[in-house]
């Protein structure tokens, strides 16, 4: 690691610290990501080669943050694994968090273009996952980077985590957010599809939207009643099978809110992308490459990506 100058702690996500470094021979910003892989007595394990081919792969979209090399370390007798990617300014959570703090004045709008065009951008990258047959599960602002300069929004904190399940708790004891996880996942459906990853993407499209999350619940039982308050309590007219899911109890009744009165700010094509990607029955739920030809997008240079 002699190779990089380490500049400052970027984050600390689920499995361990990400720094911002500087490459000393060639200047170059890169964001190194100790894994929790790691090695041993025969070098790295074959489930670990394949999930980083997997992302070495996927990396090569440029939606999907790029993973420039693999670093092998030798720590107090361990052997550890670092991703070296590319480096970009931010996220998005901490890019909406910004707007969020410059509330009151002249600049503190999202603009509607910045997120038609991050929303475009984010399921372009959701799509080159799933054509590649890889769930991401943990889409959320956190996992979203961000070039603030020219614009682009790139998938990362992708892959590594598959062979596993999803964590409740990250290293530092942190609760891991909920408020990104489809009613089918919360309702212990063991049946995973593309529509997981798509219930996140309208979670996130709210979310810029608004500024602030949509579904904040701090349990499970809480995520799962505020979608229900929002969307109304399914049933198997709306969602068949949703009853005999293993999580399934008999639950308060409510009725649909109304979407357009809850996100004011947001244009009826948006409306209805975001009724499309909230959508109960996963197997309806909309694809990200569908969602890339609905007319919310009609208006959108789409030469540019
Ligand atoms: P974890 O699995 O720990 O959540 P992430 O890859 O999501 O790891 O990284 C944690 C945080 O570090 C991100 O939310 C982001 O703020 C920052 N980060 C990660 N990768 C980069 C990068 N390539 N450039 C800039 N910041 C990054
Ligand atoms: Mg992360």
Redesign the pocket.
């Known amino acids: 690691m002699e190779k990089y100058d380490k500049l400052e702690k970027?984050?600390?996500?689920?499995?361990?610290k990400?720094y911002?470094a500087q490459d000393k021979t060639t200047g170059q910003l890169v964001?190194l990501?100790k894994t929790r892989l790691e090695m041993d007595e025969e070098g790295i394990p074959p489930t670990t080669l394949r999930e980083i081919s997997l992302l070495q792969m996927l990396s090569q979209s440029i939606y999907v943050?790029r993973l420039l090399r693999v670093e092998h370390v030798e720590k107090n007798g361990k052997r550890l694994l670092y991703l070296v990617?590319?480096?970009?300014?931010?996220?998005l959570?901490?890019y909406i968090d910004s707007y969020k703090r410059a509330e009151g004045q002249i600049l503190s709008r999202f603009p509607s273009r910045v997120i038609q065009s991050f929303l475009y951008q984010l399921c372009k990258g959701v799509d080159h996952c799933h054509s590649h047959g890889v769930l991401h599960r943990d889409l959320k602002p956190?996992?979203l980077?961000v070039d603030k300069e020219k614009g682009i929004l790139k998938v990362?904190?992708l892959g590594l985590g598959r062979a596993f399940t999803i964590p409740l708790k990250s290293y530092t004891h942190e609760i891991v957010t909920l408020w990104y996880r489809a009613p089918e996942v919360l309702l212990g459906s063991t049946h995973y599809s593309i529509g997981v990853d798509m219930w996140s993407v309208g979670c996130i499209f709210a979310e810029m939207v608004r500024r602030q999350p949509l579904f904040a619940g701090d349990s499970e039982l809480q995520q799962l009643l505020h979608i229900f308050r929002f969307l109304g309590t399914p049933d198997e007219e709306k969602w068949p099978g949703v009853s005999s899911l293993r999580d399934w109890h008999d639950y308060p009744q409510w009725k649909p809110q109304s979407m357009a009165n809850a996100l004011p700010l947001l244009e009826p094509e948006g409306i209805d992308l975001l009724s499309k990607m909230l959508e109960y029955n996963p197997s309806n739920r909309i694809s990200a490459k569908e969602a890339m030809e609905h007319p919310y997008f009609d208006n959108l240079d789409k030469s540019q990506f």
């Open positions: 970027v984050g600390e996500g689920t499995y361990g990400v911002k964001a990501k943050v990617f590319e480096y970009l300014d931010t996220d959570k901490k956190q996992n980077l990362a904190d």
